[in-house]
Structures are given as C-alpha cells and as structure tokens.
C-alpha cells in the first residue's frame, strides 16, 4: 500500500504567528513529518522552518523578536500603543513609512537571511509553497518554493508577506507583489495540489475572520488547529505576548493529540476529573429547582455560541468552569489542574480588591452575598438582579469543590 502523504498548511496572521510556533514544536515532539508545507505570510516563513526541520532555531527566532528587529523604529500596534510613541519615533517612524510606501523591515529581511537557508529548502524532500498576490489585477499566485533558484527564494518569502499598507509592496524581476493574505490566507488547497493525501491546519482567525476557502476544514480529511480566544493584534511582538501565544499552541497541539482537556483554557487529564464531572451533573440533577434549570439552559446556549463540545460529563464541567475563568480574566495560557483552577476563581470571588468581578451590577452587596452562601450551604441560593446564571455556576461548583 503507498504511504499517504501527510500536509501541513499554515495561515498568515503577523506577530501571531507565535501560536503556530507552539503548535510546530508539539509536533516535532511528537516525531511527525510533513510531505508537503504550504503557508502564507507568517505561515509561509514559519513554514520554512518546518522544512528546514528547524524547529529549535525557529521558537529561539520568536524568542528573540522585537518590533526593531522587524522593521526600522518599529513600534508594537496593541492597544497601548499611545505608550510606544513619543514625539521623536512617531516622526522617525512616519518618515521611515512615507519614504518606503510602508514600514521599512530590513531589519527583518536581515533576520531572515540570518535564519533561513535557501539551498535547504529547495533541496528537501518536502514540498513547500506559498501564496502571494500580485499586483495590479490582485490575482492569487502559487509558488513551489523548491523550483526557484536560491536567490529568490528569500524574496518570495516576504512578497508573500507584504501586509500592505503595514509592510511595503515586495518588487521581484519588475513585478510587484503583496502578502497572500488577501487571496488565500489559509492555503490547504494548495497542500493538496502539491501531493497531500491528508491535511493538518493551522488558523490564527485574524480579524476574527475565517479564511477564503474555509469550506475545505470541514472535510473529513482536514483536521484544524486553531485558538478558542482573541491572540491580540497581529503587530504586537511584546515578548510576553509572544511567549503567551507559543503557550497556547503547544497546548493545543496537546488536546489535538488527547493530552489535556480544554476548550479555551487547558486542564490536566485525570480519572478524578472524570469523577468530577459525574457529580458535578448528578448534583444539577438533585437541585434542579428553577434557578439550576435556568443555569442549565445558560451553559447550554454557551455551547450553541461557542460549538463547545459536549461529549461526556467532564466536558459539561469544563464548560461551567471554563465561563467563569473568562468572567475573571483567568490566565488561559497556562495548564491547569481542575481543582487550582476553582480555588483561582474562589480567591478572585472572594476579593473585595478585585476589578474582575465584571459580571456583579453592584459588587460589594453581591459578595456580601457570595460571603452568607459559603458559610451557611443550608441558605437558600440568593436571587440577583442580574447575571444570576454566573453566580449560580459558582454556587454549584462551590459545592462541588468543598464537598
């Protein structure tokens, strides 16, 4: 029997292109090789590595990363971004932008010929492509990386990069190109087209967008890997952002492979767990009084807006516990037991310093409130103005938890 051939597309996305460094070095961990790569934009160049079969040197590049070693007086685009510019860069900043139609990354394009061997990649058994667009008709253009001469290989990488109005125009043998992500920011097509029987994808659902072609993730020989929550602005090369979002491939490519459960955030596996899970559903079946059934309806139209999937008991607990850490702005890129997560949510109820209690209309009465529940279990749940649902999963995950 021929061996299938196994795919791999990576999508562009800027700075987050570090989700996808994590997601990488799981699979190397793992042992997994690629027949065919194709990315584009940020998922081309990290795709590079992936032939290359440098993962190590590719996570040390992320590591490294900052908005100057990407382009000249550069800047991190976040939403603290008025603290990044004083009078001096702004204006060093929008010279170096109007001189170049765009930021001036040769400070990148540096980097890269620092990091990536052209010879390599043309010379690997793993067939690599990438997508850029070329311009003035914006047509979508397809280039097998590994039948290009050495000296253009460096090139089409960051045409197919050229973010504009970010990133300037890439000029290649007199004909003008930008980053492929206005045509096929995802390009499992073209993973197919080189040879892949089978494909693994990875989506940075930029802009909260799905990508051209998105059709294509729901066959059943296309398995996606992509982030349950906003990775922040594609310019944001913040070193603990960076680090966050390396975190949270890795462990996605961990629940890819049914180490951790987890949904947005990410949990231990464990028979306890499983136990959990069991009493946590028996529990809303022996109260359920009108507020459990209301919580009950609340989560399960959580799972409609989320696709949340629901298959077994566990995953409903995950659900309860997984709302509340969004509530109170849990860390989600660290890995958790699910009995430290609870006691995180616990502490931050319990605080009366804490901002995160977003969900109370009026804080102070409502943990005085929280505050009689948890020293008299025999009082009946209190009945809030507002937002009851949240605060009746923390009641029965209290239970849970101290019984």
């Keep these: 029997m021929t061996k299938r051939k196994l795919g791999l597309a990576l999508a562009g996305g800027g700075s987050l292109g570090a989700y996808e460094v994590g997601v990488l070095k799981r699979f190397k961990e793992k042992n997994y090789h690629f027949d065919v790569v194709t990315g584009t934009s940020i998922g081309g160049l990290n795709g590079a590595f992936v032939v290359m079969d440098e993962i190590e040197k590719l996570e040390q590049l992320w590591l490294e990363i900052t908005p100057e070693k990407v382009m000249k007086d550069g800047i991190n685009i976040n939403k603290d971004i008025r603290l990044n510019f004083n009078d001096d860069n702004l204006m060093m900043f929008l010279k170096n932008y109007a001189l170049n139609k765009g930021a001036d990354i040769t400070p990148f394009k540096e980097l890269c010929k620092t990091y990536i061997d052209p010879e390599k990649i043309i010379n690997s058994s793993t067939a690599f492509g990438t997508i850029c667009v070329s311009l003035p008709l914006i047509s979508e253009v397809k280039v097998d990386m590994r039948k ?89 090369f913040t070193h603990d952002v960076i680090v966050k979002n390396i975190r949270r491939g890795y462990n996605d490519a961990k629940k890819y492979f049914h180490e951790l459960r987890g949904y947005r955030y990410s949990f231990e596996k464990s028979e306890d767990f499983d136990k959990y899970g069991l009493e946590f559903v028996h529990q809303i079946i022996r109260d359920i009084n009108r507020n459990a059934k209301n919580t009950v309806k609340f989560l399960f139209d959580k799972v409609k807006e989320s696709d949340f999937p629901i298959s077994d008991n566990t995953s409903f607990l995950i659900l309860a516990l997984e709302t509340l850490g969004e509530e109170f702005d849990i860390d989600d890129s660290i890995i958790y037991n699910h009995h430290d997560f609870f006691k995180l949510i616990a502490k931050k109820a319990m605080s009366q310093q804490t901002n995160a209690l977003s969900f109370l209309s009026s804080a102070k009465n409502k943990l005085s409130k929280m505050y009689q529940k948890l020293v008299n279990k025999d009082e009946e749940p209190s009945k809030f103005a507002r937002n009851d649902e949240e605060m009746n999963i923390f009641f029965l995950l209290n239970n849970l938890y101290e019984n």
């Design 148 to 236: 290009l001469d050495k000296d253009h290989v460096l090139p089409f990488l960051h045409a197919s990069s050229a973010c504009v109005p970010v990133f300037p125009v890439e000029n290649i043998d007199d004909k003008k190109y930008i980053d492929g992500f206005y045509r096929n920011n995802l390009p499992i097509d073209y993973c197919f087209e080189l040879g892949a029987d089978e494909v693994i994808a990875v989506d940075l659902s930029m802009f909260g967008l799905s990508p051209q072609n998105s059709f294509l993730m729901n066959l059943p020989i296309v398995d996606t890997i992509k982030p349950r929550l906003d990775l922040g602005s594609f310019m944001d």
